[in-house]
């Protein structure tokens, strides 16, 4: 049985409540089991190193040092949260070596507040990767029970999985094909697209809206145009801008686009046979319908 200490983040527990009920539901499903971090703190989204890179390390060993103290790795199901645990895990791991004084620093916040000191003796690591990596491919064809054939879905990866920690031990991360493969596996049809690597915009959103939308739009009218059904993404942050904002999107750029944008974990249980009101396919902004019709689960 594969276990892991669980950082759910703050957006799978606020405006995307969707993606925690289904993470809960799929490794559920998988026999995955889940001890979640209660007493984890915000990444910081990448917004803590702007004012402090001590910060953001420190925040993070925290929430690092909560899975060592569990001795598991740490699984998220954000692509930011990854991004910047990841990385924050990475550097530490290097200051062990290099700088054992940044360390100790960072350790020295740690202790005044009671907390366990960061060992660098675990690993950081998405769900996409737990199911490539870990469960396996192989092992989660054996478990669909309802194959989602002629679902054409587009992948959408964003940045920060693939490009903000130094290694990337699981896929390329300027062409990779994770969720294409996890996608085969469960019976779709992947749909390439130039976006699927790039910012969704998110970033951007708060100063430069418009040109976050445009973004964003430019994404979803080229998987629209090669044919996908659907958008899957392994980032909550992701979601908000392609799936919850994309009515205003719509009339940024001046033209209809309706296209549902699942999570990873949604797509996935509906595979395994979990049924569709279990995965909070009913909480989006752009109505999922259209998938359900295409599977015959309406």
């Known amino acids: ?160 999985l693939l490009r903000s920690q130094d290694k990337l031990a699981y896929d390329n991360p300027f062409h990779p094909e994770s969720l294409e493969n996890v996608f085969r596996v469960v019976g779709a049809n992947p749909i390439y697209y130039q976006g699927r690597t790039q910012c969704c915009g998110w970033p951007l959103s708060s100063y430069a809206t418009e040109q976050s939308f445009k973004m964003a739009g430019n994404h979803l009218t080229e998987a629209i145009e090669a044919g996908a059904d659907c958008l899957v993404t392994p980032c909550p942050l992701c979601h908000l801008n392609l799936d919850s904002r994309q009515p205003e999107v719509e009339k940024v750029i001046g033209h209809k686009l309706g296209i549902p944008v699942l999570h990873l974990p949604q797509l996935v249980a509906l595979a395994l046979g979990v049924e569709p009101e279990k995965l909070g396919l009913d909480r989006h902004i752009v109505s999922t319908k259209s998938v359900l019709n295409k599977l015959s689960l309406n």
């Open 1 to 160: 049985m594969l276990k892991y200490a669980y950082y759910p983040g703050c957006v799978a527990q606020g405006a995307c409540r969707e993606l925690y009920l289904s993470t809960a539901a799929l490794t559920d499903a998988l026999g995955i089991e889940l001890i979640e971090l209660k007493k984890a703190a915000c990444c910081g989204s990448g917004t803590y190193k702007e004012d402090s890179q001590l910060l953001e390390d420190t925040v993070n060993a925290r929430n690092i040092a909560l899975a060592e103290s569990l001795n598991l790795p740490l699984l998220t199901h954000c692509s930011t949260c990854q991004g910047v645990i990841g990385h924050v895990d990475e550097r530490l791991k290097d200051a062990q070596k290099n700088d054992p004084s940044y360390l100790e620093k960072v350790n020295g916040f740690l202790k005044k507040e009671q907390c366990s000191p960061y060992q660098g003796s675990t690993e950081v690591k998405h769900l996409l990767w737990a199911l490539v990596a870990d469960y396996g491919l192989d092992n989660l064809q054996k478990k669909v029970k309802r194959k989602l054939s002629g679902l054409n879905c587009a992948a959408f990866y964003g940045c920060y």
